[in-house]
C-alpha cells in the first residue's frame, strides 16, 4: 500500500547454502538495497551507481563494471533452449560438472574454468544478442544513464548471476587486485 517503488536496505551476516571455497566463506557480510513495485530502468541505474560510489568510498577500489541484460523470464526460456541444443550439440567437449547442470542451468557453462566448455562457450549464442526489442529497450537506457551519470562499464555477454530470480539488468564490480575472486559486488 506504499508508494510505489518501495527502496529498502539491510546490512549485516548472511550465510551461503553451499561447501565454502576459496575467498567464499559460508558467513559473510551484506549489504542488501532493494527497489520493489517498479521496472523503470533508472532504478538499475540508481542502484548500480549507488553500488560505485560505495565500493569507492569504502577504498576498495579501483573497480570495473561489468554488465549485462538477462531479459524477462519469456526471453529467458526462449534463449535457454536455444542454449541448451547448442550444448547438447558440444556435450562431449563440455566438463562434467556443466554436463550435470545442463538442464538445470545451462548459463552457468559460461563460468566453466574447464578448458574445452570454454572453447564451446566462445561460439555459443549470446542472449544479449537475442533480447526482445522491450528488453533491449530497457537495457540500452541502462546504459545511456550510466553514460549520464560518468559510469565507465564493459558490457558482457556471458555475465550470468547464479540466482534465477534477477530478470533484465545485472551487473557486477570486480577489483583486479583480488585475484580469481574479484568480485565485489553486483545483483540485478
Known amino acids: 500500500k506504499l508508494a ?17 571455497q576459496a575467498g567464499r566463506f559460508r558467513q559473510f557480510t551484506q549489504v542488501d ?34 554488465i549485462s541484460s538477462l531479459g524477462t523470464p519469456e526471453t529467458r526460456a ?38 574445452g566448455t570454454q572453447r564451446v562457450m566462445a561460439d555459443a549464442p549470446k542472449l544479449i544478442e537475442r533480447l526482445a526489442p522491450d528488453d533491449r529497450q530497457h537495457f540500452d537506457e541502462v546504459l545511456a544513464l550510466l553514460d549520464v551519470a560518468g559510469v565507465g562499464y564493459e558490457v558482457d555477454a556471458t555475465l550470468v548471476r547464479g540466482l534465477d530470480y534477477y530478470t533484465r539488468t545485472v551487473f557486477e564490480f570486480e577489483s583486479e587486485r583480488l585475484g580469481a575472486q574479484a568480485a565485489l559486488g553486483g545483483g540485478g
Open 33 to 66: 538495497v532493494e527497489a520493489v513495485g517498479s521496472d523503470d530502468p533508472t532504478l538499475d541505474a540508481e542502484l548500480i551507481v549507488l553500488l560505485g560510489e560505495f565500493i569507492d568510498r569504502a577504498g576498495a577500489g579501483p573497480a570495473r563494471l561489468r
Open 78 to 115: 526462449a534463449y535457454l533452449d536455444e542454449l541448451t541444443g547448442y550444448l547438447r550439440e558440444h556435450e562431449s567437449e563440455l566438463s562434467g560438472e556443466v554436463r550435470e547442470r545442463l538442464d538445470q542451468n545451462p548459463l552457468r557453462a559460461f563460468d566453466a574454468d574447464h578448458e
Open 4 to 20: 510505489q517503488p518501495v527502496k529498502v536496505w539491510t546490512w549485516g551476516p548472511f550465510f551461503r547454502h553451499e561447501a565454502p
